[in-house]
């Protein structure tokens, strides 16, 4: 049996993740990004280091617990970092890494989709309940 590099070893590993398998890690990762609010705070983020209190006044709706959670989860994944900077009152950074920047990326194309196609899904869905309600 060859000796494998640590290199290799990770390609492998890397190799063996598939989401369409209930064990598989990528499924709860998948799940977590999959969030909304996940999406809107990264694409928040993408601008440049914002404090908590800027974040929560772009992110319309989100209660200080939801938002307080996705920041903590988002630190724990390594896509964001959380700097405390000594003073009065104790000010809160929170920056994109560059895992979360990559990241950050795709999520804000998917909302530029969402933007961009919301009319026409609106339209889908009118037409979709004016048939299912014509066969009731």
């Excluded at 499924?27 to 280091?49: C, M, T």
């Excluded at 988002?74 to 990559?102: F, Q």
């Amino acid at each position: 049996m060859a000796t494998m590099t640590a290199d290799q070893r990770r390609e492998e590993a890397r190799a063996q993740f598939d989401a369409y398998l209930a064990s598989c890690p990528s499924r709860k990762l998948l799940d977590r990004i999959s969030d909304k609010w996940v999406a809107l705070v990264l694409k928040s983020l993408a601008d440049g280091p914002k404090r908590y209190s800027d974040i929560s006044r772009q992110l319309a709706g989100v209660s200080q617990k939801m938002l307080t959670q996705t920041l903590r989860n988002l630190e724990r994944d390594g896509l964001l970092t959380r700097t405390v900077t000594p003073s009065v009152p104790v000010r809160v950074d929170y920056e994109l890494t560059p895992l979360g920047a990559s990241l950050g990326a795709v999520m804000g194309r998917l909302k530029t989709w969402a933007e961009e196609h919301m009319a026409e899904v609106e339209r889908n869905r009118a037409a979709y309940d004016a048939r299912a309600g014509a066969t009731r």
